[in-house]
């Protein structure tokens, strides 16, 4: 079976910085692909390329067959691709439910969609991230959790094919983050999105990923089943530094 | 007895076992009529009272005609147009110019205008995507200065020092009076078209995705918005309607000068309704056209040679102390909606 979507030879440079170095991986229809590195390992630079906010320096991207690596954000939204950020960045002016409806209408092209049938999707979507009661509540005046999850809806509501989740557990308390991954376990199932996973935190992805691609200073050090992933000791190092054996 | 009884959104009145609720929402049907009876019926009123009324309420449909698209604009670039001023040159003086050169009547010059101000907002349309935050408000701040410039250097053509003369009349029934009436009433009538037609726009889908667009650029692209078309398209057809309103003021006072338009004080008023009305609220540019022109006519009956002095500080004083605007005050206790503000980026 064909991937989903296909990263070949990914570089980003930002001048002489090389931001991502040579990265190549497949991500399968369905499964849950986890994608780690220390701070600054670039993680988020390879998001940005594969979503279209940034353009990488050489290297391709296919999605489905299709050579993505040049088309716009809005094209690639429409072809199934959809984010969340890694500091939630809502409609601020527009309330929870229009922000949802917005991207509801923006989204992958639904033919003949009116702006009723928008709004009920966009109710639909809001009443599954738990926001219903908020549906008025401009964004700005959201707690952060309900902000991500308002991300997430937003994200949801374009219908993607593949939704690429950036840092969730980064500011949760660990009542909300449970709360938070639950609910990304209960959109790929019920959605039947596949999902891009990448976290800082090991143990939640140690969980929930089919498969683990790990990076470092934007070239990538390993991939596999999060077992194997963790037991690899360039992922270790990488974590921990040189010698981490003399004290292990 | 009657009773009445304020509630968050209505005034209840009881009379004995009787009741009647008014909603307050200005844009409630029923209100919206009745602001709107309201200015239908002021020029008739002071056609007999006092005509010089009738100008006045000109000034003010036409201020207001200039702030609603210049609303539009705003929320569908996501920018702030210092410029709209421009657009009602390019109208302004192809109906002069050709109206002059031909001896066109109005309606032979508005194709003209119209077609030339699309073409125009075309060619400065990119604008919109390769300027944002502070060059796009210099860009567009320098083109009707450069134009006022070109006015003056081919002043054969433009007459930049003297003004255009001799365009023909928009409305010529021979009594200046009637005149000065149905002008009131077409001033009203495009008024009225331009809002409802924008308030239409911003309501449906596109006004949303705009209102989306406003709020953060890059995250409106990345849920699936071409922002670079609705900005386009957002720009040119605002521009246009802008044109128009040029279009109306060369065969209104079938004259047309450059230096009245194009420069900054005529640009600011224009932001000063924009602003005080309410942040780029379509209604609220109705209520600040009338605010700013009324308020500009009083000072001039009544301060005399202070007023140009005293008209930018009593509005600036306004802006201080009411951010959101006369209609902000209305609109702080209902959020329910997506009408979006202004926000000037970097």
Known sequence: MAPLLKVNNLVKRFGGIVAVNDVSFEIHKGETLGFIGPNGAGKSTVVNCLTGALLPTSGTVEMNGVDITHMKPYQRAHMGLARTYQIPRPFPELTALTSVLASSIAGKKRYNQSFQDAMYDATHYLEFVGLFSKRNILARDLTFYELRMLELARALATTPQLLFIDEVMAGLNPGEAKNAIKMIRKAKEEFGVTVFWIEHVMAVLMESADRIVAINYGAKLAEGTPDEVVNNDDVIEAYLGRGWREYA | ?346
Request: net charge positive; proline share 5%; charged share 10%.
């Open chain 2, 1 to 346: 007895m009657v009773e009445l009884e304020l509630k968050r959104d209505r005034i209840v009145i009881r009379l004995g076992t009787r009741k009647w609720e008014w909603i307050l929402e200005p844009r409630y049907w029923r209100n919206t009529l009745i602001w709107a009876a309201i200015l239908v019926i002021f020029p008739a009123v002071s056609y007999f009272v006092s005509p010089g009324l009738i100008n006045t309420m000109i000034s003010a449909n036409i201020y207001a005609a200039i702030a609603i698209p210049l609303a539009l604009m705003t929320i569908g670039t996501g920018r702030m147009n210092f410029g709209p001023n421009f657009f009602i040159g390019v109208g302004g003086y192809t109906a002069a110019l050709l109206s002059i050169a031909y001896g066109w009547g109005p309606l032979a010059t508005l194709p003209f205008a119209i077609l030339m101000s699309i073409v125009c907002a075309l060619i400065f349309s990119p604008l919109v995507i390769v300027a944002r935050g502070l060059y796009y408000v210099l860009l567009t701040l320098l083109l009707p200065l450069v134009f006022l410039e070109v006015t003056f250097i081919y002043t054969d053509t433009f007459k930049g020092d003297t003004g255009l003369f001799g365009i023909v009349p928009l409305i010529n029934t021979g009594n200046a009076k009637i005149n000065f009436l149905l002008l009131g009433y077409l001033s009203t009538a495009i008024m009225f078209a331009y809002l409802w037609i924008i308030n239409k726009v911003l309501k449906s889908r596109y006004g949303l995705l705009m209102a989306a667009i406003n709020d953060d650029e890059e995250v409106a692209h990345g849920i699936g918005i071409n922002i670079n078309k609705i900005k386009i398209i957002a720009f040119i057809s605002a521009s246009t309607m802008i044109g128009i309103i040029g279009w109306f003021y060369a065969h209104y006072f079938s004259s047309f000068a450059g230096i009245t338009y194009l420069p900054l004080t005529f640009m600011l008023k224009i932001l000063l309704v924009l602003m005080i009305g309410g942040r780029a609220q379509v209604f609220g540019c109705v209520v600040g056209g009338y605010f700013v022109a009324f308020l500009e006519m009083i000072l001039i009956r009544t301060m005399g040679p202070i007023q140009p002095l005293l008209f930018p500080i009593i509005l600036l004083i306004l802006l201080f102390i009411l951010p959101e605007g006369l209609f902000g005050l209305y609109r702080k206790r209902r959020y329910r909606e997506y009408m979006p503000t202004i926000h000037v980026r970097r």
